[in-house]
Nanobody
Framework: QVHLVESGGGLVQAGGSLRLSCADSGRTFSNYVMGWFRQAPGKEREFVAAISWTGGNTYYADSVKGRFTVSRDNAKNTVYLQMNSLQPEDPAVYYC?????????????????WGQGTQVNVSS
């Protein structure tokens, strides 16, 4: 079973940085592709980034490419999202999610497990 808990959200000034963490209390973390999604009020949940089982492959939405970095530490059952150069369009609830397959990695409905989300706010 997978149980995901995000942390690291908060308020940061535009241009600043935050690092989100998502920890899994289960024993099979390395069997899962991990994704990060975000949802702003009144908007659909959108793909942010994904990382393959060993971290060898990473995928990003165009809107965050070059600013955000996804990584994972399978020994700690944790996936990270380093967010730099945060912009006014980045505030949202950020969710991590897990799935077994990497195909269609940007499709939220393909993910099997979800965390509760962590709020990110950016002040101008």
């Amino acid at each position: 079973q997978v149980h995901l808990v995000e942390s690291g959200g908060g308020l940061v000034q535009a241009g600043g940085s935050l690092r989100l963490s998502c920890a899994d209390s289960g024993r099979t973390f390395s069997n899962y592709v991990m994704g990060w999604f975000r949802q702003a009020p009144g908007k659909e949940r959108e793909f942010v980034a994904a990382i393959s089982w060993t971290g060898g492959n990473t995928y990003y939405a165009d809107s965050v490419k070059g600013r955000f970095t996804v990584s994972r530490d399978n020994a700690k059952n944790t996936v990270y999202l380093q967010m730099n150069s945060l912009q006014p369009e980045d505030p949202a609830v950020y969710y991590c999610a897990a799935r077994r397959s990497v195909t269609s990695y940007s499709s939220a409905h393909r993910y099997e497990y979800w965390g509760q989300g962590t709020q990110v706010n950016v002040s101008s």
